[in-house]
């Protein structure tokens, strides 16, 4: 399967603990998306990378979130000392780039679902 | 209010009915995608278009530049066409609509 895949599908843990979750892209795409999903809404933006370089990151992700990747491949999010409010679930989505421009599909994954207790 | 607003949030029809979900936004925008989630939260990408419509099977996407507006059609609707219809919008980062709920009863 040469899709997006996440891991772990799904994540139970308690308020306070730290937790990681992987994207691996489709392997000929520079880009890379991370966006959160509660509950009866639409995806909302995290950060994005181009290759390893983090471009832009939403006022969404406080400082107790850090996404890395590190060699332009997979990506890790890390949410430090979870809260209730961090239960949702967490998307990640690649797309090609070329600096010619254009906009490219993005191809998503099947996202990890976190529940905080 | 939303960057992206979309109508009508749930929507129930009839297997053969013809279905129209509208989206409105308020952002300049390079492309404008429908998406396709199923229960459990896979998003599948219907359409990528950033003018005119585009066609594929059943389904039919059109957008309005100007008014910033664009429509997601089924034809002869299926229960399997079930799912949450979310339309986005991008440019160096996407955003979404809060989905349409369809369920399409035999």
């Excluded at chain 1, 679930?89 to 254009?102: D, I, K, V």
């Excluded at chain 2, 297997?15 to 129209?20: A, D, K, L, V």
């Excluded at chain 2, 278009?49 to 997601?72: D, F, M, P, V, Y």
């Excluded at chain 2, 002869?76 to 399409?104: E, K, N, Q, W």
């Amino acid at each position: 399967d040469t899709g997006v895949s996440q891991n772990p599908r799904h994540k139970i843990t308690k308020r306070g603990q730290n937790v990681t979750f992987r994207c691996d892209p489709i392997s000929e795409h520079n880009r890379l998306y991370w966006y959160r999903q509660t509950l009866g809404q639409g995806p909302e933006f995290l950060t994005y990378f181009q290759n390893e370089a983090q471009l832009e990151k939403s006022r969404l992700l406080s400082d107790r979130f850090s996404a890395e990747r590190p060699k332009g491949s997979f990506s890790t999010l890390e949410i430090q000392r979870t809260e209730q409010g961090d239960s949702a679930m967490y998307l990640c989505a690649s797309s090609p780039y070329s600096r010619a421009g254009g906009t490219y599909e993005q191809f998503f994954g099947p996202g990890t679902r976190l529940t905080v207790l | 209010k939303n960057e992206v607003e979309q109508s009508p949030q749930n929507l129930t029809a009839q297997e053969g009915e013809f279905i129209t979900i509208n989206c409105s936004y308020s952002v300049g925008i390079s492309a404008l995608h429908w998406l396709q989630q199923h229960p459990g939260g896979g998003i599948v990408s219907l359409f990528m278009l950033s003018s005119g419509k585009k066609k594929h099977g059943r389904l039919i996407a059109t957008i309005n530049i100007q008014e910033k507006h664009s429509s997601l059609h089924i034809t002869a609707s299926h229960p399997r066409d079930s799912a949450v219809y979310i339309c986005a919008v991008s440019g160096d980062d996407m955003r979404f609509g809060a989905g349409t709920r369809l369920t399409v009863k035999p």
